[in-house]
């Protein structure tokens, strides 16, 4: 059987364009939360603080891991760079799960089998 025609081919492809396109919108959040803080937004500023409200849940599991290097008003936040790193992987690995449940064919399972040995 052709992967090209198989009935999963369609929901798999759209499945991998909604966890990149959830991966950018939070990536974009935290580069939006990164650059703030480096440049020293006012953080009760309507924008600066909504930003900071919204992605402190998907930075919050990562605060601890290193120290905060600040520079006058300017914050150099690597929480934040890990969490992109971090969520960047886990959406490559949620795709890669996706295409495990692929149609292959014998032929092509086979050639891939021989390949890894």
Known sequence: MDSSNSPSTKPLYRGTQIVWYILSILEAL?????????SGANPIAGFTSFIYNLTHFFVSPFISVFHVTQISDNIFEWTTLLAMLVYWILAIGIIKLFLMSKTVSTHEAATKLDDQE
Do not use: E, G
């Not at 935290?30 to 480096?38: D, E, H, N």
């Open 30 to 38: 935290l580069l939006f939360r990164f650059v703030l803080k480096l």
